[in-house]
């Protein structure tokens, strides 16, 4: 059974070597993920799904991550996130109300 995480990143850390950190937060948690091109060290993240999520940082974009049985990120899915408190709250900045 495959297994997903929605949620947004928060920070990026791009490194001369090409390595790619990603700050996840989802549920209250923050996760750690990392691209890296020597083969060496654990890279637990494709290059390609570690920079669409690295262009979404600073954006109202939230993340599903999904994963494959065996622990590994198979494909990432994009969406706008929605603002749940905004929705009661609208303003409308061109609205003058009328004297009585």
Do not use: W
Not at 17 to 42: A, W
Not at 72 to 100: A, I, K, N, Q, R
């Amino acid at each position: 059974m495959a297994d997903s995480l929605f949620g947004q990143v928060v920070a990026v850390r791009k490194f001369a070597n090409g390595d790619i950190e990603l700050d996840f937060y989802h549920d209250d948690v923050v996760t750690k993920y990392r691209y890296s091109s020597d083969p060496s060290r654990l890279g637990n993240f494709p290059k390609e799904l570690a920079e669409t999520l690295a262009s979404t940082l600073s954006t109202d974009i939230c993340i599903e991550i999904f994963f494959g049985d065996d622990g590994t990120p198979t494909h990432v899915e994009l969406e706008e996130c929605d603002d749940e408190g905004d929705e009661d709250e609208e303003f409308d900045e061109d609205f003058v109300p009328e004297e009585s």
